[in-house]
């Protein structure tokens, strides 16, 4: 089993900035991808970003060049910065945690972007 825990989400104006954390603990294999992603209300659950032990990253397109996703290995932990937020990013982000044992959730943690 490998636990989740989220923080960093809040309340941002439009073109601010938050920074979402992501912390594994339990069974965690060496090699595995974390990565966020969010579902809005009516929506479904969408992948926002991506990385893998070794460090490549994978962006959904309407977040390149805005958020930037990045991991302490040595803490389990994986990190979303997100800059210049917009409305349209106001969702639940969830963290995932994937490896050959299996995928978790983290609990999500709400993001609301205000115009």
């Known amino acids: 089993q490998v636990q989740l825990v989220e923080s960093g989400g809040g309340l941002v104006q439009a073109g601010g900035s938050l920074r979402l954390s992501c912390a594994a603990s339990?069974?965690?294999?060496?090699?595995?991808?974390m990565g966020w992603y969010r579902q809005a209300p009516g929506n479904q659950r969408e992948l926002v970003a991506t990385i893998v032990t070794g460090g490549s990253t994978n962006y959904q397109d309407s977040v390149k060049g805005r958020f930037t996703i990045s991991r302490d290995k040595a803490k389990n932990t994986a990190y979303l910065q997100m800059d210049s937020l917009k409305p349209e990013d106001t969702a639940v982000y969830y963290c995932n945690h994937k490896s050959p044992r299996g995928e978790y959730w983290g609990q999500g943690t709400q993001v609301t972007v205000s115009s």
């Open positions: 339990g069974s965690i294999f060496p090699i595995n991808v």
